[in-house]
T-cell receptor, first 113, second 114 residues
Framework: EADIYQTPRYLVIGTGKKITLECSQT?????MYWYQQDPGMELHLIHY???????EKGDLSSESTVSRIRTEHFPLTLESARPSHTSQYLC????????????FGPGTRLTVL | GENVEQHPSTLSVQEGDSAVIKCTYS??????FPWYKQELGKRPQLIID?????GEKKDQRIAVTLNKTAKHFSLHITETQPEDSAVYFC?????????????FGSGTRLSIRP
């Protein structure tokens, strides 16, 4: 079934650790996005990509990096996690042509102690 | 830069009454306006969208209106039910443009009182 998958779903780590949040989609979409969202609050765009080898910073880069080596895979890396990074991270994807309807993954809830 | 403002931030209505959420956008080239619903603990999901060549669109109890001149668009929910309780996000983008990204409003938390 076409969907967007995120792992891990929950993560608790200590300050200073390097972490990678995984996102993969079987939707066949070219565009992918990462958002940071405190529960029920505003969606903050962190990074996005129009396709393979394309990455752009959003409004809230959050001291993170992304890569897009494969169409279906868009991992987000925090080089040194801080308590201020505690939040939910949502991955999304959309088509290049046609509408910009975004499909969201289930999210990763990150807690940095 | 491009911006979408959404009001109100919270809204409480009696079950059975109507709810209206309003958004304004700054980019006059925007032509695609989706609305997302995010239930507690769930991912945002598209509930309705409208394109700039249409002034109104309905889907059962929900409707969206668009005023391109004023750069306003609104979500209307009639005969509200408990399952309508959620956070709603409006958004705007230059649909059909490969280089465009979607701009979300800040969200409205809708509560339906029994």
């Amino acid at each position: 079934e076409a969907d967007i998958y995120q792992t891990p779903r929950y993560l608790v780590i200590g300050t200073g650790k390097k972490i990678t949040l995984e996102c993969s989609q079987t939707m066949g979409h070219d565009k992918m996005y990462w958002y940071q969202q405190d529960p029920g609050m505003e969606l903050h765009l962190i990074h996005y990509s129009y396709g393979v080898n394309s990455t752009e910073k959003g409004d809230l880069s959050s001291e993170s990096t992304v890569s897009r080596i494969r169409t279906e895979h868009f991992p987000l890396t925090l080089e040194s996690a801080r308590p201020s990074h505690t939040s939910q991270y949502l991955c999304a994807s959309s088509r290049t042509s046609g509408s910009n309807e975004q499909f969201f993954g289930p999210g990763t809830r990150l807690t940095v102690l | 830069g491009e911006n979408v403002e959404q009001h109100p931030s919270t809204l409480s209505v009696q079950e059975g009454d109507s709810a209206v959420i309003k958004c304004t956008y700054s980019d006059s080239a925007s032509n695609y306006f989706p609305w997302y619903k995010q239930e507690l603990g769930k991912r945002p999901q598209l509930i309705i969208d409208i394109r700039s060549n249409v002034g109104e669109k309905k889907d059962q109890r929900i409707a969206v209106t668009l005023n391109k001149t004023a750069k306003h668009f609104s979500l209307h929910i009639t005969e509200t039910q408990p399952e309508d309780s959620a956070v709603y996000f409006c958004a705007a983008s230059r649909g059909y443009s490969s280089a465009s990204k979607i701009i979300f409003g800040s969200g409205t938390r809708l509560s339906i009182r029994p």
